[in-house]
């Protein structure tokens, strides 16, 4: 009893002592970043670097300090008749002022130290519009990726359950392996995705850490926005007026037009000069002197020269003209083609949402049929989940694209902000009601994936991850149909719909004149309804073709223009329905090397499940069949014709025991 009231305290130590973690947001992201990013850093020191060479220069346009000495051995004339040599030591100290062209080089060395400082300054201002634009994007591709992560990790549940009904179908020879690997497939799919995914997030997470110079490993990525403004195209239209590249070759131009108004002395340098000096003689009188003095020069052909210094003041004005209507075009169409960007992207996201909202229904639908019908609904509930999977990355995909194109184009504007780029207003309820996404009141559930799509969407992809009605043994009412005419079939079928449950299989023969429609046509009367249903309900249709010649070489050749038209209505497979026996006991002998080559060639040109027809008797050939298998064959239909229910047993059970690789049914 002692021990619980020191648990107690302890927890609630614990509980009063650790500090809540503060969320971090977006702002605090922003509010880092402009201080942390390297770019804005290099930005900012590029502007001090010059703001302190405009002091420097601007501190050399006035009066100059200058100091001279000397030592001289000087002869004087006295007289006609004699000189006095003497030796004098100097000191000069003074000031000059420049004048003309010499103060205008001085006052154009300033004039380009602003301009440089102009677009250093523009430059910082496009360099912060560039790490905001990194940084948002960074937000929207994290984002993103745990979304779509949330979706890989939710079908991925469903791999252990799926694979482990599949495996036991496909060892009931109710599931062709070619079948089955399509559904393993999904699944590898699934794991790249979840893998690109993953890469994505780290990425992205990395550019934020860089930006902002912070540790984000817990940082929760606030959702875009991706809903336009509406008014985008006016804003975008005179956002392009004051992009970067604008302003600087405004700035340009500008300084190029005050150059020529105010430098009109170049080629005639001046200064005016000011000095004292002071000279001491060795053996003779001492004495200073005040100076002051204008100094003037210029090149002899000034009159040339000032010519060529106008005319390079004309083509300098021109060239940046030219530069800014230059770069007014490229603004002007970067923006349109964000804004085309922008319009395409929003429709993508509306189609990839309708996309959604069919594979959503279809796999509603397939899932209450897998919970209504045991074993062949399964497979089709898993396809459309799959779907349904691959629809919600896609719209996640289609959303994110939208989110960084108008981030992009936000840009543009120069003033990228959380407010408008991060919807604070999206939110889910944590909660849904599993019955509204599991009846049969389409309206209902789509009402549900309108306001609560991502959850929704998890619910559906993990709802499988346990066995719905799961492997059951079949009865002995299952059955496969071979149906040798089809034009009554196909009129009939529907009249009789609840035969179709206790159907695994269909083998739909047609008569030349129908097939010779088929070829014309590519198609047959009701032939796409009937087929389309048996989708619906995994009902495999195989077409049966029972042509003697089959076996020849003619035969193979016929046949092979023919299953490109069959495979197009949608059939699975082809069924040969070609004994041995019913070919002339003359040449009986060419069926088996007929037969092999025959299935060698369907396999090899369209990989399609292939079933033989084929008396018990030739199982008793080892080798027979094992080429048969080699050669692509995926079924038999095993004939045997006794009416002796315990002497059929006797002669199948051995067969399946002996190949139990080949799916088989008998008849």
């Known amino acids: 009893m002692k021990t619980l009231p020191i648990r107690l305290i302890m927890m609630w130590l614990l509980v009063i002592c650790t500090p809540a973690s503060a969320e971090v947001t ?90 440089s400082l102009k677009l250093a300054q523009i430059n910082h201002k496009r360099i912060e519009g560039d790490v905001l634009n990194l940084l948002f994007t960074a937000n929207a591709q994290l984002y993103y990726a745990e979304e779509r992560i949330q979706f890989d990790n939710s079908f991925l549940s469903r791999k252990d359950n799926a694979k482990k009904i599949l495996s036991y179908r496909l060892k009931e020879h109710y599931l062709l392996k070619s079948r089955q690997l399509d559904f393993d497939s999904m699944f590898d799919i699934a794991k790249r995705e979840l893998i690109k995914n993953e890469a994505e997030k780290s990425e992205a997470l990395l550019v934020l850490q860089e930006l902002t110079g912070k540790t984000l490993t817990t940082y929760q990525p606030q959702a875009p926005t991706v809903s336009p403004p509406t008014d985008f195209e006016k804003v975008l239209s005179s956002a392009a007026q004051s992009a970067a590249s604008v302003k600087s070759a405004e700035a340009v131009l500008a300084a190029s037009e005050n150059s020529a108004e105010k430098l009109n002395w170049e080629g005639i340098n001046g200064n005016l000069i000011l000095s004292q000096s002071l000279t001491k003689g060795i053996g003779v009188p001492s004495g200073f002197a005040t100076t002051i003095g204008v100094q003037v020069d210029m090149p002899i052909d000034i009159l040339h020269e000032r010519s060529v210094i106008h005319r390079e003041k004309a083509a300098l004005i021109d060239q940046a003209q030219l530069s800014l209507r230059k770069a007014q075009l490229k603004a002007n169409q970067d923006t349109q083609i964000a804004l085309n960007n922008v319009q395409k992207s929003d429709m993508d996201t509306i189609a990839s949402w309708r996309q959604l909202e069919a594979a959503f229904s279809a796999w509603q639908i397939a899932h209450l049929r897998a919970q209504a019908i045991p074993d062949d609904a399964i497979e089709k509930d898993l396809k459309k989940t799959y779907l349904l999977y691959q629809a919600a990355i896609n719209y996640s995909y289609s959303q994110e694209l939208l989110a960084k194109n108008i981030i992009h184009a936000e840009n543009f504007e120069g003033k990228l902000s959380a407010n408008k780029l991060i919807d604070k207003e999206q939110s889910e309820t ?31 992809l993990y709802l499988g991850h346990k066995p719905i009605k799961t492997i059951s043994n079949r009865s002995a009412k299952i059955y496969g149909w071979y149906t040798w005419n089809a034009a009554d079939f196909i009129r009939e079928w529907h009249n009789n719909e609840k035969f179709l449950y206790q159907t695994r299989r269909v083998e739909l023969s047609f008569t030349p004149s129908q097939m010779q429609t088929i070829m014309e046509l590519h198609k047959l009367p009701g032939l796409a309804n009937f087929l389309e249903k048996a989708k619906d309900m995994g009902i495999t249709v195989n077409w049966l073709i029972g042509e003697p010649d089959l076996v020849t070489a003619n035969g193979r050749r016929k046949l092979m223009q023919w299953l490109p038209a069959i495979y197009a209505l949608g059939f699975d497979g082809v069924d040969l329905d070609v004994e041995r026996s019913q070919l002339p006991k003359n040449k009986q002998n060419i069926w088996k090397s007929g037969i092999i080559k025959t299935i060698a060639v369907i396999h090899s040109e369209t990989g399609r499940p292939i079933t033989l027809t084929i008396n018990y008797k030739e199982f008793k050939n080892k080798n027979l069949i094992n080429q048969l298998i080699g050669a692509g064959l995926s079924n038999a239909a095993i004939m045997i014709y006794i009416s002796n229910p315990n002497r059929v047993k006797q002669i199948v059970i051995p067969i399946l025991q002996k190949y139990s690789n080949l799916g088989s049914s008998s008849d």
């Open 26 to 115: 977006v702002d605090d992201l922003v509010h880092w970043a402009n201080y942390s990013a390297i770019d804005n850093q290099l930005a900012k020191a590029d502007i001090d670097v010059l703001q302190q060479q405009l002091k420097i220069d601007q501190a050399n346009q006035g009066l100059n300090l200058f100091l001279g000495s000397g030592f001289g051995n000087n002869r004087a004339v006295i007289s006609n008749t004699s000189t006095l040599t003497y030796q004098s030591a100097n000191m000069q100290l003074g000031l000059t002022l420049p004048l003309l062209g010499s103060a205008e080089k001085l006052e154009k060395k300033v004039m380009n130290t602003e301009l």
């Open 430 to 460: 944590s909660n849904i009601q599993l019955e509204n996404i599991q009846n049969n009141n389409v309206n209902s559930a789509l009402n549900s994936l309108k306001h609560n799509w991502k959850k929704v969407v998890q619910a559906a």
